[in-house]
């Protein structure tokens, strides 16, 4: 404050108003930060929610398909189906629940997950789709605990497989090998693709959010795999060869 109105007068004047405008532009940067969030937490939410529904779909297509042809493996079809989409929608559902609770993605709530039968029901799921082979390769065969929130481990798996599937051209026939293995008393998933590769180019932004090499989409499925598979201990990364295909890498420490 400075009651005259000399040259010290105009200069805290001057000091006022340029104080006032500092307050209000943090104010705006806040509120547009905020703002920001909500946006990305918002297509993270989309993004989650969407990926089980395909696969969802076409395994109760082909139920149908096997209902009307009277198939004789009707009853098996209708357990595994069931099962797996059950799975599938307390994911969604946990997911939709948090969210509108919270307003954040589900915390993890890590607890001993078997991750032969996680991955066995994740295969079940997608195995329908037309035109590609997905193969469950057990290098393990026996129960595999891993410490992990179940839920966030499904997700993970789904966003893996459907990259994989997306990766294959159409006019081609696809094959997609998921295996499970222990190296170095650690286990390991991979996930491999017969596909077109990831260029070099875009190799270093692969798990960075928003982006994609895909004409849509929002580009923020291999950050969130990032981001859970850190969370719980692991690791996780890729190789990759034009026109041949890419294997994704899961490194996690057995219960």
């Given at each position: 404050?400075?009651?005259?109105?000399?040259?010290?007068?105009?200069?805290?004047?001057?000091?006022?108003?340029?104080?006032?405008?500092?307050?209000?532009?943090?104010?705006?940067?806040?509120?547009?930060?905020?703002?920001?969030?909500?946006?990305?937490?918002?297509?993270?939410?989309?993004?989650?929610?969407?990926?089980?529904?395909?696969?969802?779909?076409?395994?109760?297509?082909?139920?149908?398909?096997?209902?009307?042809?009277?198939?004789?493996?009707?009853?098996?079809?209708?357990?595994?189906?069931?099962?797996?989409?059950?799975?599938?929608?307390?994911?969604?559902?946990?997911?939709?629940?948090?969210?509108?609770?919270?307003?954040?993605?589900?915390?993890?709530?890590?607890?001993?997950?078997?991750?032969?039968?996680?991955?066995?029901?994740?295969?079940?799921?997608?195995?329908?789709?037309?035109?590609?082979?997905?193969?469950?390769?057990?290098?393990?065969?026996?129960?595999?605990?891993?410490?992990?929130?179940?839920?966030?481990?499904?997700?993970?798996?789904?966003?893996?497989?459907?990259?994989?599937?997306?990766?294959?051209?159409?006019?081609?026939?696809?094959?997609?090998?998921?295996?499970?293995?222990?190296?170095?008393?650690?286990?390991?998933?991979?996930?491999?693709?017969?596909?077109?590769g990831i260029p070099k180019d875009v190799q270093e932004s692969i798990f960075v959010p928003n982006f994609t090499t895909?004409?849509?989409?929002?580009g923020l499925g291999l950050a969130m795999v990032k981001n859970i598979i850190e969370g719980m201990g692991g690791e996780i990364w890729f190789e990759t060869k034009l026109d041949v295909g890419s294997t994704f890498f899961i490194?996690?420490?057995?219960?």
């Open positions: 404050e400075w009651e005259s109105n000399d040259e010290i007068g105009e200069l805290v004047k001057e000091y006022n108003r340029t104080l006032n405008e500092l307050v209000k532009n943090a104010e705006l940067l806040a509120r547009s930060e905020r703002e920001s969030a909500w946006r990305e937490m918002a297509k993270q939410v989309a993004h989650e929610i969407k990926n089980p529904l395909t696969p969802m779909k076409l395994h109760i297509q082909m139920l149908e398909r096997s209902y009307k042809d009277g198939a004789e493996d009707l009853g098996d079809r209708i357990e595994r189906t069931t099962k797996a989409l059950v799975e599938q929608i307390d994911t969604l559902s946990n997911i939709a629940t948090e969210f509108s609770s919270f307003a954040k993605m589900p915390k993890a709530e890590i607890e001993e997950v078997e991750l032969r039968k996680l991955l066995q029901s994740c295969t079940d799921l997608h195995q329908e789709s037309e035109g590609t082979e997905l193969l469950f390769n057990d290098q393990i065969g026996s129960p595999v605990l891993i410490h992990a929130d179940g839920k966030q481990m499904l997700r993970v798996l789904n966003n893996l497989i459907k990259n994989a599937f997306q990766a294959i051209p159409e006019n081609q026939e696809g094959r997609i090998e998921i295996k499970l293995e222990r190296k170095d008393s650690q286990v390991l998933v991979s996930v491999k693709d017969n596909g077109t895909k004409s849509s989409g929002m490194r996690l420490d057995e219960a």
